[in-house]
């Protein structure tokens, strides 16, 4: 399965102006890399799966947002969005922000 090209065009329009951000295809979706770590993709599932500090995960969980599960395994530190938390574009930034923002300090440990 395809990721979905809309919500890729989204994210692409969320994330635009960040210096270092990379597209890749990678797991069936789009990646969006910050400065050489993945941070938001557009999934093979239609959904947006973000990259997030482990340790604010659990906190943010909810009926539109669950922990990703690849393999039968859970990715600690990722979530799984599904359309109706990134369905408005204040929303998708709002997760691009918290995304890129992660990434970036990755970048500095």
């Given at each position: ?82 359309s109706e938390a990134t369905a408005s574009d204040t929303e998708l930034a709002e997760w691009v922000r918290r995304t890129v923002d992660y990434a970036r300090s990755q970048s500095r440990t």
């Open positions: 399965m395809a990721y979905d090209e809309g919500l890729a065009d989204r994210i692409r329009d969320a994330i635009d102006g960040q210096p270092g951000v990379v597209e890749k295809r990678m797991f069936g979706g789009l990646a969006f890399l910050v400065d050489g770590h993945m941070a938001i993709a557009a999934n093979s599932k239609g959904e947006a799966m973000v990259h997030l500090d482990p340790e604010t995960t659990d906190d943010l969980l909810g009926p539109h947002v669950t922990r990703t599960i690849m393999r039968g395994r859970e990715m600690r530190g990722w979530l799984d969005l599904d």
